[in-house]
């Protein structure tokens, strides 16, 4: 009897012994998954075809409100000086595009997704913001902070042949390269030019590009064009944002000047648009 009572006993501790390496087992495969998944994430974040940026990132304004579009330059100048360095597109360009296109930091695309430039989702495998634009709804790309954008938009124009004639023009072309922008089709609105070269003259962000290629900064007097009102009748399809995109104006004061309490627009609706541009 005690002989079976040690032999049960050597095949009980067999048994404990070979179910607690097994559970060794089962933990390093659960290891190795959550690893894997990891690495999967990485590898997905890697599909928007930037690299990750160091230092600090560029988050939106606390108070949009009570930002400003030299508040906006001062954030993002040493930016678009770095995209010019590795890209050459003119910094001043850039900024003004940034401008234009964020509403000066404080647009719902670039409080909401970081997207300076209104670049939508083709060929985008990464994070999606969606924003009425031209149609509703439509799928912008959205980043994890503001320098993301900056550098999406220097890949973007770089990598496309479209633009390929732009590179050709001289670094602190500013007036050549906010015309073929246009040309090359990357806005359709015929005042798109003239609005980034009134933007880079009142702030005078061509003495960026002046320092960047360690120049002598240009010299120009920006004499603003008095504000010009029109009237638009509303289309099927519109939305305020459009609009104000459109006219280069705000949702803010297209409210304001037509008493609108919301966003809501008919067709055939009188608007009236004052524009400084």
């Known amino acids: 009897m005690r002989i079976n009572r040690f032999v049960i006993l050597v095949f009980l501790a067999i048994f404990v012994i070979s179910c607690g390496s097994r559970r060794k087992v089962v933990t390093t495969k659960k290891d190795s998954r959550k690893e894997g998944a990891r690495i999967e994430s990485l590898e997905g974040e890697r599909t928007e075809g930037i690299k990750p940026l160091g230092g600090e990132p560029k988050l939106p304004p606390v108070n949009p409100r009570l930002y400003t579009v030299e508040d906006y330059i001062r954030d993002f100048a040493a930016i678009a000086m770095q995209e010019m360095r590795l890209y050459n597109i003119p910094a001043s360009v850039t900024l003004a595009q940034g401008i234009l296109e964020s509403g000066g930091g404080k647009g719902d695309l670039t409080l909401r997704a970081n997207n300076h430039f209104g670049i939508k989702c083709h060929d985008w495998e990464g994070a999606r913001a969606y924003h009425d634009d031209d149609r509703r709804n439509e799928c912008f790309r959205k980043y994890k902070d503001a320098r993301y954008s900056y550098r999406d938009h220097s890949l973007f124009l770089t990598e496309r042949k479209r633009y390929a004639e732009l590179f050709e023009l001289d670094k602190d072309d500013y007036k050549g390269w906010a015309r073929g922008l246009r040309k090359a089709g990357y806005a359709t609105d ?44 509303v289309k099927k399809g519109d939305t305020l944002y459009a609009i104000a995109k459109e006219h280069n104006t705000t949702v803010e004061n297209l409210q304001r000047f037509n008493n609108l309490r919301d966003t809501t627009i008919a067709v055939g609706q009188m608007l009236v648009i004052i524009s400084s541009e």
């Open 190 to 233: 015929r005042r798109y030019p003239d609005k980034l070269i009134g933007l880079i003259e009142r702030y005078k962000l061509y003495q960026f590009d002046a320092d960047v290629l360690k120049r002598p900064s240009p010299s120009y007097t920006h004499t603003p064009e008095s504000p010009e009102s029109v009237t638009y009748r």
